[in-house]
């Protein structure tokens, strides 16, 4: 099992982005709890990918159009860090 450690912001941000976004962070976070990052590939709507530039070293998994999940792997693979959930930039 892997454990998903989340920035304290997170339950801030949960005010502030739509409820069906929410419901979606919820589910990648039960997904990857229960079956790791590798499940996440079964599902294309996640796209999830590696970041590059400064944010080099973290991940990114799509919830909406416009919303996104950025986090870290741990050291040990499987520790996860949300850093945070926010709109995306076009």
Sequence with gaps: MWRIYEERSIGKIKRKIPTQVWKKY???KNLIHRHG???LKEFPGFNDEALKGKRKGQRSSRL???Y????EVGNSEVLIYVLEVSPHNY
């Design 26 to 28: 919820e589910l990648w």
């Design 37 to 39: 990052l590798e499940k």
């Design 64 to 66: 909406s159009l416009q």
């Design 68 to 71: 996104r999940v950025i986090y």
